[in-house]
């Protein structure tokens, strides 16, 4: 096994749901450059882990020697530890972009902070080690920015390049190029690939600076030291789509399955699945009549949505809280007329918050009488059927292009 060597940052085991994924947890990477006269520290990690960062960062060196700190971004799982840095290095000047500077302004009180605004092409000179810096709006915020350490062709993009994944790996040698690729590309389909246009330009800007880039330094997951050039091509790839696989993703969301029917009849071609799905319901729009008390009523023609007894345990109705289920089979019918629709009653009582009771008539202070309305739900079979329909006709149009 390789020698251990001091990670300054902190490691996240704990983590398993981030950015609107599932992940096995994720480290929050900081940098310390020592130059011959002068040292840096790139980026931070959330609030909670001052200690554990400032506990890393002592084990190199004094949290006090530190001449510099560089905020490549403002999001608090690299900024939170700041105030605690400024606290203890009240002096130590803080150097990021015009757009970081005004998101510091609303994430913390920053009076007193020693805030140097930097732009593209700006320096930093450590004595015989130089930091570069380069702007990167939407990459994936408007205030990030990228650090180049020229000397030894070193590239700090913060989010860019990185991997949700703890590990006690540092670099992608130790995880293996594999791991190490598949967590990318899945950092990269949730979060970077939106700004794929801008990730192709800013990687053309790069290459137009004509800069070795040797090792990547993201501030998630492990750096790039054997990769470098792999995670760049990927990157390419990825945001031109050149790579991807010959399929179709129907992203469709549905409440009682009739979206369901005609995601599925899309996806088979035009086919008709065997059987619907058993308590589903499609609802019609009407006019509804909505009573308030016992005396005012008034007309509405707002979309009423059919609740299940599942999603609303208190709601009472006629058909005891179910959906009624559907046939077998769903057969084409004569065009839909409004004098088809079906009318139920479907009362429901919401009782005030904070009133016991909760729901009904009898608990607590009722207000139920004022959201008592009678809901029409159109014939199923008619609204199946087209929804059918619709599914093969779109099918038939994907086909054809």
Same mark, same amino acid.
């Given at each position: 096994? =390789? $020698?251990?060597?001091?990670?300054?940052?902190?490691?996240?085991?704990?983590?398993?749901? &981030?950015?609107?994924?599932?992940? =096995?947890?994720?480290? &929050?990477?900081?940098?310390?450059?020592?130059?011959?006269?002068?040292?840096?520290?790139?980026?931070?990690?959330?609030?909670?882990?001052?200690?554990?960062?400032?506990?890393?960062?002592?084990?190199?060196?004094?949290?006090?020697?530190?001449?510099?700190?560089?905020?490549?971004?403002?999001?608090?799982?690299?900024? /939170?530890?700041?105030?605690?840095?400024?606290?203890?290095?009240?002096?130590?000047?803080?150097?990021?972009?015009?757009?970081?500077?005004?998101?510091?302004?609303?994430?913390?009180?920053?009076?007193?902070?020693?805030?140097?605004?930097?732009?593209?092409?700006?320096?930093?000179?450590?004595? #015989?080690?130089?930091?570069?810096?380069?702007?990167?709006?939407?990459?994936?915020? $408007?205030?990030?920015?990228?650090?180049?350490?020229?000397?030894?062709?070193?590239?700090? =993009?913060?989010?860019?390049?990185?991997?949700?994944?703890?590990?006690?790996?540092?670099?992608?040698?130790?995880?293996?190029?594999?791991?190490?690729?598949?967590?990318?590309?899945?950092?990269?389909?949730?979060?970077?690939? $939106?700004?794929? =246009?801008?990730?192709?330009?800013?990687?053309?800007?790069?290459?137009?600076?004509?800069?070795?880039?040797?090792?990547?330094?993201?501030?998630?997951?492990?750096?790039?030291?054997?990769?470098?050039?792999?995670?760049?091509?990927?990157?390419?790839?990825?945001?031109?789509?050149?790579?991807?696989?010959?399929?179709?993703?129907?992203? &469709?969301?549905?409440?009682?399955?009739?979206?369901?029917?005609?995601?599925?009849?899309?996806?088979? #071609? /035009?086919?008709?699945?065997?059987?619907?799905?058993?308590?589903?319901?499609?609802?019609?729009?009407?006019?509804?009549?909505?009573?308030?008390?016992?005396?005012?009523?008034?007309?509405?023609?707002?979309?009423?949505?059919?609740?299940?007894?599942?999603?609303?345990?208190?709601?009472?109705?006629?058909?005891?809280?179910?959906?009624?289920?559907?046939? $077998?089979?769903?057969?084409?019918?004569?065009?839909?007329?409004?004098?088809?629709?079906?009318?139920?009653?479907?009362?429901?009582?919401?009782?005030?918050? #904070?009133?016991?009771?909760?729901?009904?008539?009898?608990?607590?202070?009722?207000?139920?009488?004022?959201?008592?309305?009678?809901?029409?739900?159109?014939? #199923?079979?008619?609204?199946?059927?087209?929804? &059918?329909?619709?599914?093969?006709?779109?099918?038939?149009?994907?086909?054809?292009?």
């Amino acid at each position: 096994m =390789p $020698p251990r060597r001091p990670l300054v940052g902190a490691i996240d085991w704990n983590l398993r749901e &981030y950015h609107g994924y599932t992940l =096995p947890g994720t480290t &929050y990477n900081a940098y310390l450059v020592r130059g011959g006269e002068k040292t840096a520290l790139i980026d931070g990690a959330y609030h909670g882990f001052e200690g554990e960062v400032l506990g890393r960062i002592g084990s190199v060196c004094d949290p006090e020697t530190i001449d510099y700190i560089v905020v490549n971004h403002i999001e608090m799982d690299h900024s /939170g530890t700041l105030p605690a840095l400024v606290k203890k290095l009240p002096d130590t000047p803080i150097y990021c972009t015009e757009r970081a500077r005004a998101g510091l302004a609303r994430h913390y009180d920053i009076t007193g902070w020693k805030i140097r605004v930097v732009k593209s092409g700006d320096t930093l000179d450590l004595g #015989g080690k130089t930091l570069t810096f380069l702007e990167a709006p939407m990459l994936h915020w $408007p205030d990030s920015m990228f650090t180049y350490l020229a000397e030894d062709a070193i590239l700090f =993009p913060n989010d860019a390049f990185g991997q949700h994944v703890a590990s006690a790996a540092r670099f992608d040698d130790e995880l293996g190029h594999g791991a190490a690729m598949a967590h990318a590309q899945k950092f990269f389909a949730n979060l970077i690939i $939106p700004l794929a =246009p801008k990730v192709l330009k800013k990687l053309d800007e790069v290459g137009g600076l004509g800069i070795d880039i040797r090792m990547i330094a993201p501030s998630h997951g492990i750096i790039w030291r054997s990769h470098a050039g792999d995670i760049l091509k990927a990157y390419v790839d990825w945001s031109r789509g050149g790579v991807a696989k010959d399929k179709v993703t129907i992203v &469709y969301d549905t409440m009682h399955g009739s979206t369901t029917m005609m995601a599925k009849a899309i996806a088979e #071609g /035009g086919s008709w699945p065997k059987a619907p799905m058993s308590g589903s319901a499609c609802c019609g729009t009407g006019a509804t009549k909505e009573r308030t008390g016992a005396t005012s009523s008034r007309r509405s023609s707002t979309r009423r949505r059919f609740s299940s007894g599942r999603r609303h345990s208190r709601t009472r109705s006629s058909h005891g809280g179910r959906v009624p289920q559907l046939p $077998p089979r769903v057969t084409a019918g004569p065009p839909y007329r409004k004098e088809d629709r079906v009318r139920v009653r479907v009362p429901r009582w919401h009782g005030r918050r #904070g009133c016991s009771g909760g729901g009904g008539p009898e608990g607590g202070r009722d207000r139920g009488d004022r959201r008592r309305v009678p809901r029409e739900l159109p014939a #199923g079979r008619d609204e199946i059927a087209r929804a &059918y329909e619709l599914g093969r006709t779109v099918a038939r149009e994907i086909r054809a292009r």
